[in-house]
């Protein structure tokens, strides 16, 4: 049988995305979050979709969403939300703050678990930390199950898999299209960003991963008839990569948010580590930060969204560093990506459909051919392949 999906953080700006995606594949999650009265309007919004799908469908009318009141100062709070078996999937971030509750709680739970995470340390500490308690229970945790860092996992596996053995290194950069800027990111991006942006960060280097300053390097790629720019970043396929090419010895990625900046990216980056070893300037940094920058506090509407896209390339390369093979994928708008990206693989987790436990990455946990298909359904495909529509890309996943 399989168990309750609770979405925890559903009336942030990606939890509510999220939400209506799963209601829109229908899904019929648990809505938690700390306030009562958001999550009763969250509700009342969702249900008109509720019903619309369920009219499609055949089916009758349904009992209202159930919502549970959590909240990550409170702990416990958040351990009562699951139970063995569930699929708890957070939103709540920033991460590297406020991620733990529910991490704990559902390795502590035996529960499946998946978050929306786009930060380096708390990918790492998902990896290094909480996936050993998680083999050990039976369960599977997807962290950065998102635009970040989802596509560049595609985007990488893709390109090796038609390099074959010979590839030993892979460089993988994530690009804006559109009319999106930095002042389109949502609170919680921007939050994320602050938080992370002076931590250590690393990278997969001689076979193994090691640390290293955000932004430490900066390359560029060919997309569209344009150069663009991409300073490095730690991402969930410095991780995963190496597991389904295991003769790999390096494992770059770049976020190109940034463009022209990119280059002050990487001096501020540089400035950022020697300041940090000055005593008493990382506390005054990250108080700043969460004075400064809030979590949710919005995003981009319905119409941004829709005038942005995602461009991702991964190149790889033999050790003579000669290129194997070029995969480039394009798409919608990353929000939109994640909150269906969030649905498709609480579906599929929740029916059983991952392989093996502990932390997963997107390739080991569905398999190529399955990420392959979710990510179109979710808006992001190699370029040049066709693309359903966005009422088709809904469609619920198979569980096989």
């Given at each position: 049988?399989?168990?309750?999906?609770?979405?925890?953080?559903?009336?942030?700006?990606?939890?509510?995305?999220?939400?209506?995606?799963?209601?829109?594949?229908?899904?019929?999650?648990?809505?938690?979050?700390?306030?009562?009265?958001?999550?009763?309007?969250?509700?009342?919004?969702?249900?008109?979709?509720?019903?619309?799908?369920?009219?499609?469908?055949?089916?009758?009318?349904?009992?209202?969403?159930?919502?549970?009141?959590?909240?990550?100062?409170?702990?416990?709070?958040?351990?009562?939300?699951?139970?063995?078996?569930?699929?708890?999937?957070?939103?709540?971030?920033?991460?590297?703050?406020?991620?733990?509750?529910?991490?704990?709680?559902?390795?502590?739970?035996?529960?499946?678990?998946?978050?929306?995470?786009?930060?380096?340390?708390?990918?790492?500490?998902?990896?290094?930390?909480?996936?050993?308690?998680?083999?050990?229970?039976?369960?599977?945790?997807?962290?950065?199950?998102?635009?970040?860092?989802?596509?560049?996992?595609?985007?990488?596996?893709?390109?090796?898999?038609?390099?074959?053995?010979?590839?030993?290194?892979?460089?993988?950069?994530?690009?804006?299209?559109?009319?999106?800027?930095?002042?389109?990111?949502?609170?919680?991006?921007?939050?994320?960003?602050?938080?992370?942006?002076?931590?250590?960060?690393?990278?997969?280097?001689?076979?193994?991963?090691?640390?290293?300053?955000?932004?430490?390097?900066?390359?560029?790629?060919?997309?569209?008839?344009?150069?663009?720019?991409?300073?490095?970043?730690?991402?969930?396929?410095?991780?995963?990569?190496?597991?389904?090419?295991?003769?790999?010895?390096?494992?770059?990625?770049?976020?190109?948010?940034?463009?022209?900046?990119?280059?002050?990216?990487?001096?501020?980056?540089?400035?950022?580590?020697?300041?940090?070893?000055?005593?008493?300037?990382?506390?005054?940094?990250?108080?700043?930060?969460?004075?400064?920058?809030?979590?949710?506090?919005?995003?981009?509407?319905?119409?941004?969204?829709?005038?942005?896209?995602?461009?991702?390339?991964?190149?790889?390369?033999?050790?003579?560093?000669?290129?194997?093979s070029e995969v480039h994928l394009t798409g919608v708008?990353?929000?939109?990506?994640?909150?269906?990206?969030?649905?498709?693989?609480?579906?599929?987790?929740?029916?059983?459909?991952?392989?093996?436990?502990?932390?997963?990455?997107?390739?080991?946990?569905?398999?190529?051919?399955?990420?392959?298909?979710?990510?179109?359904?979710?808006?992001?495909?190699?370029?040049?392949?066709?693309?359903?529509?966005?009422?088709?890309?809904?469609?619920?996943?198979?569980?096989?």
């Amino acid at each position: 049988m399989a168990g309750r999906i609770v979405l925890f953080g559903a009336t942030g700006y990606t939890g509510e995305l999220t939400a209506q995606a799963m209601v829109e594949r229908g899904l019929r999650p648990v809505l938690a979050a700390r306030s009562q009265e958001k999550l009763d309007a969250l509700a009342g919004r969702l249900g008109g979709r509720a019903l619309a799908v369920a009219a499609s469908e055949g089916a009758g009318l349904r009992e209202p969403l159930e919502t549970v009141v959590a909240d990550v100062t409170d702990p416990p709070s958040v351990r009562a939300l699951v139970e063995k078996g569930d699929v708890l999937v957070t939103t709540v971030g920033p991460f590297v703050r406020w991620g733990a509750p529910a991490a704990a709680a559902a390795t502590r739970a035996g529960a499946h678990y998946i978050d929306s995470t786009g930060e380096p340390p708390f990918v790492r500490e998902v990896f290094e930390r909480y996936g050993l308690v998680a083999e050990q229970a039976g369960c599977a945790m997807l962290t950065a199950l998102g635009y970040d860092w989802v596509p560049g996992n595609l985007a990488g596996g893709l390109a090796l898999a038609r390099a074959g053995e010979s590839a030993v290194r892979i460089d993988v950069g994530y690009f804006v299209t559109g009319k999106a800027d930095p002042g389109s990111m949502s609170g919680g991006t921007r939050a994320s960003l602050a938080g992370v942006i002076a931590a250590p960060s690393f990278a997969f280097r001689d076979g193994r991963v090691r640390t290293e300053r955000g932004a430490k390097d900066l390359r560029s790629f060919r997309v569209g008839e344009r150069e663009l720019a991409g300073v490095s970043v730690g991402s969930s396929e410095h991780f995963t990569l190496p597991r389904v090419a295991p003769q790999l010895r390096e494992v770059n990625a770049y976020l190109g948010w940034f463009g022209p900046a990119s280059r002050a990216m990487q001096v501020m980056s540089a400035g950022m580590s020697v300041a940090m070893k000055v005593p008493g300037v990382e506390g005054l940094w990250k108080a700043a930060g969460e004075k400064l920058v809030k979590g949710s506090t919005g995003g981009p509407d319905e119409t941004a969204r829709s005038g942005s896209g995602s461009h991702i390339v991964a190149i790889a390369y033999d050790d003579a560093g000669q290129e194997l093979s070029e995969v480039h994928l394009t798409g919608v708008s990353g929000y939109t990506f994640t909150g269906r990206m969030l649905a498709w693989g609480a579906e599929r987790v929740a029916a059983g459909a991952t392989q093996g436990a502990g932390a997963l990455g997107p390739i080991d946990g569905f398999g190529l051919d399955a990420l392959t298909d979710g990510c179109a359904q979710a808006g992001i495909a190699e370029e040049g392949t066709a693309r359903a529509e966005a009422s088709a890309s809904m469609a619920p996943a198979s569980a096989g």
